[in-house]
């Protein structure tokens, strides 16, 4: 079945940098665009960024771009989110998604930025 694992969200301070993980499995991943999106305390599902099945097409969010960069290596059904400069409006769940929706997505990886 299609399954979407993320990774990598932990507690930083502002100003710091993560890398976030999502493996993907049961559908052709190097023919899919793969969504980021973020939920935070209270508010609904937020797209956040996307790429493209090959990885050169990107797009971002306004309050991440320049920020924020992803990435995809169809060799390992893995996709990236490079964060840095976080502040703390930045804390949320973020989902990894085959949809702009996150109708399909993973369980998240939590990052939390705080000091």
């Known amino acids: 079945q299609v399954q979407l694992v993320e990774s990598g969200g932990d507690l930083v301070q502002p100003g710091g940098s993560l890398r976030l993980s999502c493996v993907g499995s049961g559908f052709p991943f190097d023919k899919s665009w793969i969504y980021w999106l973020r939920q935070a305390p209270g508010k609904g599902l937020e797209w956040v960024s996307q790429?493209?099945?090959?990885?050169?097409?990107?797009d971002y969010a306004a309050s991440v771009k320049g920020r924020f960069t992803v990435s995809k290596d169809n060799t390992k059904n893995t996709a990236y989110l490079q964060m840095t400069s976080l502040t703390p409006e930045d804390t949320a769940r973020y989902y990894c998604?085959?949809?702009?929706?996150?109708?399909?997505r993973g369980q998240g990886t939590q990052v939390t930025v705080s000091s």
């Open positions: 790429v493209s099945v090959s990885g050169i097409t990107t």
């Open positions: 998604s085959r949809d702009r929706q996150g109708r399909v």
